[in-house]
């Protein structure tokens, strides 16, 4: 599998504070990455890293071997990235439709016509929101305002797809169906991070994650040695077990 993000040395200080420290990372094409931590931690400033919505102050990013370090979130996009965010944005007054058609039409791929309708059902196809397409989206149930959102990021037919905790918040048999979609997507060959605090859910989906603590990266391998590892479990992910 050939490489498709390298993080090296990634920094990012908000004054005296340094959210992310010297962190450097690859991830190879279809991997599906757990990126774990406590609150605070460092995970979504580093996911904002990734999908330029803040620049680093440190450090270098590629995608795909090309460096993009300081890169608007427009070209990162183009370059293949995209993200759900911890807070769900949708458009609420518009339909499902319609709110992937936003993306499809005015992001990186910049679809019209034929190609657009075509693209829009798909994505719609692959969150299992086809029979709701007319639908507004203000009428939607919290996991399918989730399952939306991830449509609205497929839109863009991304490489690199960013999950920051869209399992967070679903009911038991809300996440058993959220897991399988997910598992779904990394079937078409995507490439996958996700920031995660439900620990069932990693075990389930990520052969490999990385723990941050303070900004740096603590451990960064298989799950399975990962989880176990005494000084994980015991400083970052034992209250944080689901
Ligand atoms: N825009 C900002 N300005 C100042 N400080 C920030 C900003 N964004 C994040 N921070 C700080 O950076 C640190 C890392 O925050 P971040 O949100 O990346 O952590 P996290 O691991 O994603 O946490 P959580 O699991 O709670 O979402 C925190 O101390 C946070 O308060």
Same mark, same amino acid.
């Given at each position: 599998?050939?490489?498709? #993000? %390298?993080?090296?040395? /990634?920094? !990012?200080?908000?004054?005296?504070?340094?959210?992310?420290?010297?962190?450097?990372?690859?991830?190879?094409?279809?991997?599906?990455?757990?990126?774990?931590?406590?609150?605070?931690?460092?995970?979504?400033?580093?996911?904002?890293?990734?999908?330029?919505?803040?620049?680093?102050? %440190? *450090?270098? &990013?590629?995608?795909?071997?090309?460096?993009?370090? *300081?890169?608007?979130?427009?070209?990162?996009?183009?370059?293949?990235?995209?993200?759900?965010?911890?807070?769900?944005?949708?458009?609420?007054? #518009?339909?499902?439709?319609?709110?992937?058609?936003?993306?499809?039409?005015?992001?990186?791929? @910049?679809?019209?016509?034929?190609?657009? !309708?075509?693209?829009?059902?798909?994505? #719609?196809?692959?969150?299992?929101?086809?029979?709701?397409? *007319?639908?507004?989206?203000?009428?939607?149930?919290?996991?399918?305002? !989730?399952? /939306?959102?991830?449509?609205?990021? &497929?839109?863009?037919?991304? !490489?690199?797809?960013?999950?920051?905790?869209?399992?967070?918040?679903?009911?038991?048999?809300?996440?058993? %169906?959220?897991?399988?979609?997910?598992?779904?997507?990394?079937?078409? @060959?995507?490439?996958?991070?996700?920031?995660?605090?439900?620990?069932?859910?990693?075990?389930?989906?990520?052969?490999?994650?990385?723990?941050?603590?303070?900004?740096?990266?603590?451990?960064?391998?298989?799950?399975?040695?990962?989880?176990?590892?005494?000084?994980?479990?015991?400083?970052? #992910? *034992?209250?944080?077990?689901?």
């Amino acid at each position: 599998m050939s490489v498709l #993000l %390298e993080t090296q040395g /990634l920094t !990012k200080r908000f004054g005296g504070l340094t959210a992310v420290n010297g962190v450097s990372l690859t991830v190879r094409r279809g991997e599906v990455l757990g990126l774990l931590g406590p609150n605070g931690s460092g995970k979504t400033t580093l996911m904002n890293l990734i999908s330029g919505a803040l620049k680093s102050s %440190e *450090g270098a &990013l590629l995608i795909n071997g090309k460096d993009m370090t *300081g890169s608007a979130p427009h070209r990162i996009a183009k370059a293949g990235v995209a993200r759900t965010f911890q807070l769900v944005k949708i458009l609420p007054s #518009l339909t499902l439709e319609e709110n992937v058609m936003v993306p499809a039409a005015f992001g990186p791929e @910049g679809l019209w016509g034929r190609a657009l !309708k075509v693209q829009v059902a798909e994505c #719609l196809d692959m969150v299992g929101l086809t029979s709701r397409a *007319g639908q507004q989206a203000s009428e939607l149930t919290y996991i399918d305002q !989730k399952r /939306l959102e991830l449509a609205r990021a &497929l839109a863009s037919a991304p !490489k690199l797809l960013l999950l920051d905790e869209w399992l967070a918040g679903l009911n038991p048999t809300e996440l058993h %169906e959220g897991i399988r979609l997910i598992r779904e997507l990394e079937q078409t @060959g995507i490439t996958i991070i996700m920031v995660e605090h439900i620990m069932d859910a990693v075990r389930a989906l990520c052969p490999r994650c990385a723990v941050m603590n303070s900004g740096t990266l603590i451990a960064d391998g298989p799950t399975v040695e990962v989880l176990s590892d005494p000084h994980v479990v015991a400083a970052y #992910l *034992g209250e944080e077990d689901a």
